[in-house]
């Protein structure tokens, strides 16, 4: 086998063979990645907002003695009241017009 001239990513091999699937299974395909990027940022930033004291707490320990054990990171989260969302479904709207950027990149 050669050696793949491709990007550092393995999916990028994958998109530059033919696929079997028509562009409207692609295009759906592409909607459904665009749902669960946008609302798993939304998510991540509402957690690290929500949870900005914990992890500015963090931050100083991490400076001061450079590691944090197990135990150690689990009493801050019940000293801070470390807030996080039920697992479930992320939401079913794409939110584009939540996100700091308001487009998408043409694909190459």
């Known amino acids: 086998s050669e050696p ?3 990007g550092p990513f ?3 091999q994958m998109m530059r ?3 079997q699937w028509g ?6 395909v592409e909607e459904e990645v665009e749902r669960l990027v946008n609302n798993s ?3 991540a930033k509402q957690i690290l907002s929500e949870n900005s ?3 500015e707490h963090l931050t100083r320990v991490l ?10 990171f689990q009493m801050m989260l019940v000293e801070f009241k470390a807030r996080t ?4 479904i992320i939401g079913q709207e794409k939110n584009r017009e939540k996100l700091p950027f308001q487009s998408m990149p043409a694909s190459a």
């Open 23 to 28: 562009n409207k299974i692609m295009g759906t």
């Open 85 to 88: 969302i039920d697992y479930a």
């Open 4 to 6: 793949s001239s491709g």
């Open 41 to 43: 940022y939304l998510v």
């Open 17 to 19: 063979r033919p696929t």
């Open 63 to 72: 400076m001061e003695q450079e590691t944090v054990s197990a135990e150690e």
């Open 53 to 55: 004291e914990l992890l």
């Open 10 to 12: 393995m999916g990028m």
